[in-house]
């Protein structure tokens, strides 16, 4: 069986058997993956599943990718979720695994489950929920680990909550949120797999909120304060780490996408005219704005640069890499949202961004 054949099918327990996508088998069977996975017993699938269906009553559904990287530990399963993997050669990918082993032992990486029914001190995160964030932490920053070096010399504090009454409970929004007052970023479980479901990753929660984490760092100071409106590397304060041609690509490419929503916010706008790249909402401060365009970035490329290649050069020149090289195809559902809301004439809110 091709990996790629069930890489994004969920791992679910079926009768005293596991159901992988649409098929169904018992526990003493074996998948034969091609290389370099192998056999991969069923019943490992079983045990290696269970926390994330016990933890949140069968709401968190994990990949059958998670899962085979957990038992073989070879980084090509985790090219589902992180797709610079694609372009790594061979040295660069174990490079990448390493990164990640460094992140996930680094004990200012903090992940930790919250808001149980009983509550647990010590209660273990399933191993893949912090595969993903550190895998996340090591696409963002491949290129730039001298600013992931910075970013982990203070403590980094990452909350899963296991059910979405858990994380309402805890008044959590929409599924995930930067908490400023705690300084960490709150994710409902289901949500850090819920866009891997396809052949190419989709939504990005984790992603949007990191970039709120991002944007309250000081890189020259370590810690989070109050968010400067640009991410690190942008201010002659990140000393070594500061890029002058990023800085002022963002500054005019931003401005750029202001002069343009404006346009739209005022009904002035042709049916000729450039959209915005990005959905109204990311237009009502600084922060949001930030995360909106780094989640874009990540997600639908192609786009970005067609339609403002200064904004998406600032990117690109702070982390090293260009995303397009990865993705064949941008994740249609950020790009067809964007540009209908823009099109049907609706009103939208004030530009609050600075």
Not at 69 to 96: C, D, M, R, S
């Amino acid at each position: 069986m091709q990996f790629d054949d069930i890489r994004q099918c969920r791992v679910l327990p079926k009768e005293g058997r596991i159901q992988i996508g649409e098929r169904v088998y018992d526990l003493d069977d074996s998948l034969t993956l091609d290389a370099p996975f192998g056999d991969i017993p069923i019943r490992a699938l079983k045990d290696g599943v269970n926390p994330y269906i016990n933890l949140s009553g069968s709401e968190c559904q994990p990949q059958a990718a998670i899962l085979v990287f957990q038992l073989t530990g070879q980084v090509q399963a985790l090219a589902h979720y992180f797709p610079i993997l694609t372009i790594l050669n061979e040295k660069q990918q174990i490079e990448f695994h390493a990164l990640m082993q460094r992140i996930l032992s680094n004990r200012k990486f903090r992940v930790r489950m919250r808001e149980l029914p009983k509550p647990q001190a010590d209660q273990p995160v399933p191993e893949g929920v912090r595969i993903l964030i550190a895998g996340h932490l090591c696409e963002i920053f491949f290129f730039r680990q001298e600013m992931l070096a910075r970013f982990l010399k203070q403590r980094r504090s990452f909350w899963v909550y296991p059910t979405k009454a858990s994380f309402a409970a805890a008044g959590g929004k929409g599924g995930g949120d930067y908490h400023l007052a705690l300084k960490c970023i709150r994710l409902y479980m289901q949500r850090i797999f819920e866009g891997f479901y396809g052949a190419m990753p989709a939504q990005a929660p984790f992603i949007h909120e990191f970039g709120h984490m991002l944007e309250h760092f000081e890189s020259w100071s370590g810690i989070s304060r109050k968010g400067t409106g640009l991410l690190p590397g942008m201010l002659k304060k990140d000393g070594a780490l500061y890029n002058a041609e990023a800085h002022h690509l963002f500054v005019e490419g931003k401005q750029l996408e202001m002069e343009r929503y404006q346009k739209y916010q005022a009904s002035q706008a042709a049916k000729t005219d450039p959209q915005p790249v990005g959905n109204p909402y990311v237009f009502k401060n600084n922060s949001e704005f930030i995360a909106g365009y780094l989640e874009m970035f990540f997600r639908n490329p192609n786009t970005f640069a067609e339609k403002n290649i200064t904004l998406y050069r600032a990117f690109e020149r702070l982390f090293g890499w260009d995303p397009r090289q990865a993705w064949k195809q941008d994740f249609d559902g950020y790009v067809k949202k964007n540009q209908q809301v823009y099109a049907s004439g609706t009103a939208i809110n004030k530009l609050g961004l600075i």
